[in-house]
């Protein structure tokens, strides 16, 4: 989904270690994201040879809970909620009653809840459309977005530091799996994701409860590039 023209561009937690290490700022999915950092093109070739470290808070997370949580969801989303297993996740289009694509959505089982994953640009629109159509279903919707905050590892040792940092082994993980670990002492779930161009290693990403977390502890990310 596009974010309006005159829509207000977004700051994530890290913007200003980005802007530090000397980026050059973009906006992409509604948020102010780093294009480069002065050598595009060594960057590039890290992050093909190595790894990069991805700012990835575009993202919004809206959590929910409630017996009828998975029918509800199942209903009104494209792909199968209701035999998703725990910590495994898939994704689903939200369609208005004339098919028009709203938002595409990542939904994960998680033990007490679903959490559906979009983007930070329609967060405001999303949560509305979904709340709307809670009528008679036992589901309460919360945004849970400020709590968390999202990098991702992606290069061929992308799973090896991965293991390194957690001990989560990527390679064991199907696409869309979660595992909860630490990084440090910062609780995070690991979700493995295949690349879109295929034919490299697993990509991490990193879900770390709360966004603040990941600026205050300095997570540094001098290889950025834009997603």
């Given at each position: 989904m596009q974010a309006p023209e005159s829509a207000r561009i977004i700051e994530t937690p890290l913007a200003a270690l980005h802007q530090q290490a000397g980026a050059k700022m973009g906006a992409w999915f509604g948020c102010a994201l780093p294009g480069d950092f002065g050598d595009w093109e060594r960057e590039y070739w890290f992050a093909q040879?190595?790894?990069?470290?991805?700012?990835?808070?575009?993202?919004?997370?809206?959590?929910?809970?409630?017996?009828?949580?998975?029918?509800?969801?199942?209903?009104?989303?494209?792909?199968?909620?209701?035999?998703?297993?725990?910590?495994?996740?898939?994704?689903?289009?939200?369609?208005?009653?004339?098919?028009?694509?709203?938002?595409?959505?990542?939904?994960?089982?998680?033990?007490?809840?679903?959490?559906?994953?979009?983007?930070?640009?329609?967060?405001?629109?999303?949560?509305?459309?979904?709340?709307?159509?809670?009528?008679?279903?036992?589901?309460?919707?919360?945004?849970?977005?400020q709590r968390f905050g999202t990098l991702a590892l992606e290069g061929p040792s992308a799973a090896a530091i991965v293991t390194e940092l957690t001990g989560v082994d990527l390679n064991s993980l199907v696409d869309l799996e979660r595992q909860d670990a630490r990084v440090g002492t910062i609780p995070c779930s690991i979700i493995r994701r295949s690349p879109v161009s295929g034919g490299t290693p697993p990509v991490g990403s990193v879900v770390a409860d709360a966004a603040g977390e990941i600026e205050s502890r300095g997570w540094r990310a001098h290889r950025v590039l834009r997603a």
């Open positions: 040879k190595s790894v990069a470290l991805i700012d990835k808070n575009y993202r919004c997370h809206l959590s929910f809970t409630g017996p009828d949580r998975v029918r509800y969801l199942n209903a009104i989303l494209t792909n199968n909620i209701k035999d998703l297993a725990p910590s495994h996740g898939n994704v689903s289009l939200l369609l208005n009653p004339q098919g028009r694509i709203l938002a595409e959505i990542e939904t994960y089982a998680l033990a007490e809840s679903l959490l559906c994953v979009s983007y930070a640009m329609i967060q405001a629109r999303l949560a509305e459309t979904l709340e709307k159509y809670i009528i008679m279903d036992d589901v309460t919707l919360t945004d849970d977005t």
